[in-house]
């Protein structure tokens, strides 16, 4: 039976990998992101399943619901949400924080990921069948200095991700939450605003973890049978022992 899995962020680093891992799995891919080249090229490099594109940005919310209540009969039977679309943006102590990074990363990683949960819902309880893998972080587990606004997104992520697990649970679909920590990706040049010297100074002295590695954690729990919900993950890298904390050579 054919088995669709939506992944959002998939232009690049976790979300990417996913959509990659995942078509080897053998999902249908519906790969999301704003940037459509970097769609385009996913959907060339993905050779075993058919996958199907949607530009949109997830703050978004009408263009959300147009990409979602559009989508081709063959298309709407989604089994797996990846929740993953989400950035830092900037890093100081909240007295010189800036209103428009505030903006993003409530708007994105929050309200983004709740726009686009709100549409793929409605096709899983049809169906009494679904996994939604929500990607919190290690910030959302721990506060660190300068993280304040982003920490607190990802926190929201983990309240949320339990909440949905509650509330789900009686509709037949599963919520996991991923929190992973440092794993190098376009995450830190986004967050440094394309500083790459800024960004590469995060995974300076450690191996850090990949986008591959959290994928295929998210491809192991996505393909546990009905009986089983791994229902949080707490991925680091093995250099690391908190978010503040890593031995760096
Ligand atoms: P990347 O910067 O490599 O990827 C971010 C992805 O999110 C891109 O595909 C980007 O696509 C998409 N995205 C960002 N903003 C929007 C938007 N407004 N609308 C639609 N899509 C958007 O970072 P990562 O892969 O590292 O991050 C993925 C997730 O993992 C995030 O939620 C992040 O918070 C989380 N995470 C990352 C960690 C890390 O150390 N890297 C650790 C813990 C968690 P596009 O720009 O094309 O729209
Ligand atoms: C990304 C990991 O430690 O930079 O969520 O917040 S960290």
């Known amino acids: 039976m054919t088995k669709i899995a939506l992944v959002t962020g998939a232009t690049s680093g976790i979300g990417r990998a996913t959509a990659l891992v995942l078509a080897r799995q053998g999902y249908h891919i519906i790969a999301t992101g704003r940037?459509?080249?970097r769609l385009e090229e996913l959907k060339q490099e993905i050779k075993e399943?058919?996958?199907?594109?949607?530009a949109f940005d997830v703050r978004d919310k009408e263009a959300v619901q147009q990409a979602i209540r559009t989508l081709p009969e063959e298309w709407k039977q989604i089994e797996v949400l990846v929740n993953n679309a989400g950035n830092a943006h900037g890093m100081s102590p909240i007295q010189e924080g800036s209103l428009d990074d505030w903006?993003?990363?409530l708007d994105i990683n929050v309200k983004g990921l709740l726009y686009v949960?709100?549409?793929v819902l409605p096709l899983m309880i049809e169906r009494k069948k679904g996994h939604i893998v929500n990607i919190g972080s290690i910030a959302g587990?721990?506060?660190?200095p300068n993280g304040n606004v982003y920490c607190a997104s990802k926190y929201a992520v983990d309240a949320l991700s339990k909440a949905?697990?509650?509330d789900l649970v009686h509709e037949g679909i599963k919520v996991s939450e991923v929190n992973p920590g440092l794993v190098q990706t376009e995450f830190s040049e986004v967050r440094f605003k394309g500083d790459k010297e800024?960004?590469?100074s995060v995974y300076k002295g450690i191996d850090p973890l990949r986008a591959e590695d959290i994928a295929d954690v998210i491809a192991f729990i996505v393909t546990r049978p009905a009986h089983v919900n791994i229902a949080e993950v707490l991925v680091l890298a093995g250099a690391q022992a908190s978010a503040t904390i890593a031995s760096r050579k």
């Open 35 to 37: 940037r459509t080249e």
């Open 49 to 54: 399943v058919p996958v199907l594109t949607l």
């Open 103 to 105: 903006d993003a990363m």
């Open 117 to 119: 949960t709100h549409e």
């Open 141 to 144: 587990k721990e506060v660190y």
């Open 164 to 166: 949905m697990r509650l």
């Open 198 to 200: 800024r960004a590469a």
